[in-house]
């Protein structure tokens, strides 16, 4: 096995566009002081630390919405995300600084073989668990057959583990193991960074896993729910506890939970000694002794909580919120002021496979949701949420984000036109037969009037002000719609269970080569997954896995524009635009970096300026 770092580079994409805002005057700034082109911001240290500052080496960083929990393996939010970098730990992580990979629990980078089907690691020795037990190769080995049962209730991440075929040790060197694919995928290195290492012990004490292979769990056929053992560990493993009782919240990160008040706070501790003290990785540093992550939805009060230096660090706020603490002279003097682009992007998205009880068939025909297009004012909606900084906002046009170099240039934004939505609807069979001003249409024998909720997360202002500008708009052809605000929990469960019309939301992005199966295979809308709408078919299937074991650059990206156009005729979302991260963070913290990638910044490694905290 050799390995290659040409075969590295071909993951890493360096285009990113990140804008940087000042505010050192009572006076509202509209004008940008500079545009950097870098993947990276560093912000300059303060070098003079205010007396008015608090000298607490606790980093308060705000929430709009709770996590949906912390299980290590079940779970799909943001904050989930945010919080499981500091509690937990990965063989790889994100080089951010060189939007590449970089070790994490494993010394180096894996020797890859030739086919690339077999990648080989080496634990480090230093890794302990909270009780002490040093990390195995047991371990990694456990953490992929748990993902891959199928009564694990993790379905919108089973799709990274299909292509795994088995965990080998090493009968030489009881910290070297190696993982063998049944493919070749682009993903085959990269989706190990997503899923933190489990201890066996702590979720498996019985060993019950290890009397399966991955063969057998891989196996359709199995009929894992009718064997009493492994359905009374899964029962166990998915117990909720596992993912909000702090007593049984288990990992090897930096900080440990330490208290979850819900609706209110999540508090991380960092731990005494830890394994990651004598590592040089700054990736792995832990500065802040704590780690509170507070929630706070309601704007007035981010506004006052900012201006009264209770909270450090936002990346979320709405942009509302942003733009009037910018007003605020004490923000430029407490504060840096940051917005910068991301690879995330924004959506309207269709239920195209309803099941006609609950949910009417709406929206199964392309001519409808195409309508739709036309009617969603995107431009409109892009001046709504970032003011007078709109022009900075780049508009999506299908599901790849414009600064990245597999997006198809020669697809156009599709314009808003009303006159063309209404022949559309028109010739999908949508009229108002009863003059009462809503469309209506004769579907499986009823006659079915269109109305359709319209589900978005109530964690910012901006999700309301879009949607009730989406229903102005749909209303003008005779479409009723009904807002539906959800907490962000129930808001998953309502999208990955496909119970609701349509729904506004967001998906994350990193620089690196997309796999498509998690949002837009059909198997992730057949498993309860994150492909929401029903996309999808034999083709674009076949397509998917193609993408993911095309080595060669340029005929991947090629592919992936292919792609491109399958979902924009289809228009199973109307794609709004890349997303931009709204960034404040205390200066009474230094060595900070912000990044394109997700999740924009590595709180673990801010430093409080009044200590020496080496």
């Not at 991301?342 to 025909?365: C, E, H, I, V």
């Not at 539906?484 to 990193?510: A, K, Q």
Request: include cysteine.
């Amino acid at each position: 096995m050799k390995y290659s770092k040409m075969f590295f580079r071909q993951f890493c994409y360096c285009i990113s566009f990140i804008l940087l805002f000042a505010c050192n005057s009572s006076k509202k700034k509209s004008a940008v002081q500079s545009v950097n082109l870098s993947p990276v911001i560093h912000i300059a240290d303060t070098k003079d630390f205010s007396p008015a500052w608090s000298t607490e080496n606790t980093l308060v960083v705000h929430l709009t919405s709770e996590p949906d929990n912390l299980h290590p393996s079940n779970g799909g939010s943001s904050p989930r995300s945010e919080i499981l970098l500091q509690t937990q730990a990965y063989l790889l992580n994100t080089d951010y600084e060189n939007q590449t990979f970089a070790p994490d629990l494993v010394t180096a980078l894996p020797l890859i073989s030739e086919d690339g089907l077999a990648y080989t690691y080496t634990l480090r020795k230093e890794p302990r668990w909270d009780n002490g037990d040093a990390i195995t190769v047991e371990d990694v080995i456990f953490t992929a057959k748990a993902h891959k049962c199928p009564l694990t209730n993790n379905p919108s991440v089973k799709g990274y583990w299909q292509n795994l075929k088995d965990i080998l040790p090493d009968n030489s060197d009881p910290m070297k193991f190696t993982m063998l694919m049944k493919e070749y995928s682009m993903q085959n290195l990269s989706f190990v960074t997503g899923f933190c290492i489990m201890q066996r012990s702590f979720h498996d004490p019985k060993n019950i896993l290890k009397n399966y292979s991955m063969e057998q769990l891989d196996d359709t056929t199995l009929h894992a729910e009718k064997n009493l053992e492994l359905l009374e560990w899964s029962l166990s493993f998915n117990d909720d506890k596992f993912g909000r009782d702090i007593n049984y919240l288990n990992g090897l990160g930096q900080y440990k939970v330490v208290s979850w008040e819900s609706g209110q706070s999540i508090t991380l501790e960092k731990k005494k000694d830890h394994w990651t003290k004598n590592i040089n990785n700054p990736r792995l540093a832990a500065y802040p002794e704590k780690l509170v992550f507070k929630i706070n939805k309601d704007e007035n009060s981010v506004q006052l909580e900012f201006k009264t230096q209770t909270l450090d660090v936002s990346t979320n706020m709405s942009m509302g919120t942003f733009l009037s603490l910018a007003e605020d002279p004490s923000i430029a003097v407490n504060y840096n002021h940051v917005l910068s682009l991301t690879y995330n992007y924004t959506f309207l998205a269709f239920n195209q496979k309803p099941d006609g009880q609950k949910r009417n068939k709406l929206f199964t025909d392309k001519n409808v949701r195409r309508a739709f297009a036309h009617l969603s004012p995107v431009d409109d909606l892009i001046k709504l949420v970032y003011k007078e900084y709109a022009s900075y906002c780049k508009r999506m046009v299908a599901n790849v984000s414009p600064l990245k170099p597999g997006f198809n240039k020669e697809l156009k934004p599709i314009e808003f036109d009303t006159d063309r939505a209404t022949e559309l609807l028109k010739d999908a069979g949508w009229v108002d037969s009863d003059k009462n001003g809503i469309l209506d249409k004769e579907i499986d024998g009823k006659k079915v009037q269109f109305i359709a909720e319209l589900a978005y997360m109530n964690t910012s202002s901006d999700w309301k002000d879009m949607a009730s500008m989406l229903a102005e708009s749909f209303a003008k052809v005779g479409i009723k719609v009904e807002l539906i605000p959800m907490d962000l929990r129930v808001f998953l469960e309502s999208m990955r269970n496909h119970d609701f019309d349509m729904s506004l939301g967001s998906w994350g992005g990193t620089p690196f080569p997309e796999d498509f199966t998690q949002l837009w295979h059909s198997s992730s809308w057949l498993n309860n997954g994150s492909n929401y709408s029903g996309f999808g078919n034999d083709v674009s299937d076949a397509l998917i896995d193609s993408i993911k074991a095309e080595l060669d650059t340029e005929k991947r990206n090629a592919m992936t524009m292919r792609f491109q156009e399958m979902i924009y005729e289809d228009q199973p979302y109307v794609f709004l635009y890349c997303s931009m991260r709204r960034n404040l963070i205390h200066k009474r913290f230094g060595n900070v970096s912000l990044f394109a990638d997700r999740p924009g910044m590595l709180i673990n490694t801010f430093k409080l300026l009044s200590t020496n905290n080496e």
